[in-house]
């Protein structure tokens, strides 16, 4: 009977345990999403309110960009926005450069020549809320999870540098050429020897993060991009200043001072005083189905057990 007791006791630590690893993985919370996709808006078209209908050739070798997170002709991800957003509304202005995106995204190309009016079309189109929830759709589908999934594994706790893995993946994409997300993430691992998830420090690892991104804009695998990425690198900047002043949680007003972004503030729907932390902190009422409180430490728990053990042994 004791030994039984003991199994059952054990069998309750170990779900205990499971639950706590799984909630080391963490999301950003509505205010902290949001705040992350403003500054990403920002560098993106200027200001912090989302620009559905922008859309222009910025000769960056991605063909068109457009929309609030910069969809792009060349790499597929605008013809997949245009063919979802058809399926639900066929008569949109845009169905009608379906075959030409379908041809851009096979072959990766930055031509523009069959995108005449594309555009004028994509700006018409942006008044309509079913193409902003399109495009919001697609954002998480493609850039926000992958970015939040990267993160966890990396095992990233301050909203600042989920923030800045969301921000870098619209830029850099999450290709396997060495200017993709991964690979800078690769790189970041190499030079300090690993990640948060392996025990480093974040406050340290995220600078070196930021650093490397750097150093891949002024110098990109693809050649095509040099010009626009060059001027870019005071996204960069922005979130190494954050970082400097500490930042780490994307709360109360968020501020900033570069050259291209001077003395910019954010205000965010969260206070000043909230956790630096992805999401909102930890508490046993958090996992009241789960049994156990979060909060028991793992060595206390079976220090417990043991004395129950003991105990049933006698």
């Known amino acids: ?19 706590r690893s799984i909630a080391q993985n963490c999301s950003l919370s509505a205010p902290q999403k949001l705040a992350a996709m403003q500054l990403t808006n920002l560098f993106e078209n200027g200001n912090f309110e ?11 070798g991605r063909g068109v960009t457009a929309g609030f997170a910069g969809f792009t002709t060349a790499n597929g991800d605008a013809l997949d926005l245009v063919r979802e957003y058809t399926a639900g509304y066929p008569q949109n202005r845009l169905a009608k450069y379906l075959p ?10 930055d031509s523009t020549a069959l ?8 700006a018409a189109e942006a008044h309509n809320i079913p193409f902003q929830l399109a495009q919001q759709a697609q954002v998480d589908s493609v850039y926000y999870r992958p970015s939040q999934e990267s993160a966890d594994s990396l095992g990233l706790q301050y909203a600042l540098s989920r923030a800045f893995l969301y921000d870098t993946i619209i830029q850099h994409g999450d290709g396997d050429d060495g200017d993709s997300l991964a690979a800078i993430v690769n790189r970041t691992n190499a030079l300090q020897g690993g990640s948060p998830a392996d025990g480093l420090d974040e406050s340290i690892w995220l600078p070196a993060m930021i650093r490397e991104r750097r150093h891949d804009q002024l110098h ?30 994307l709360s109360g007003t968020i501020r900033f001072n570069t050259t291209n972004y001077p003395n910019e503030s954010l205000i965010t729907n969260t206070t000043a005083s909230s956790s630096a932390m992805c999401g909102q902190n930890l508490t046993s009422s958090d996992s009241t189905s789960s049994g156990c ?22």
């Open 293 to 314: 409180s979060q909060s028991i430490a793992v060595s206390t728990l079976f220090a417990m057990l043991c004395l129950v053990c003991v105990v049933t042994a006698v």
């Open 115 to 122: 995108l005449t009016g594309f555009c004028k079309a994509w």
């Open 50 to 60: 989302f620009n559905y209908g922008y859309c222009e050739n910025i000769n960056d």
């Open 100 to 109: 030409a995106l379908i041809l851009l995204g096979k072959t990766q190309s």
């Open 220 to 249: 990109p695998e693809n050649a095509a991009t040099a010009d626009q990425w060059i001027v870019s690198v005071e996204r960069t900047d922005v979130f190494s200043q954050l970082a400097e002043t500490q930042q780490w949680g």
């Open 1 to 19: 009977m004791g030994a039984r007791r003991c199994l059952l006791l054990i069998l309750l630590a170990c779900t205990c345990l499971s639950v």
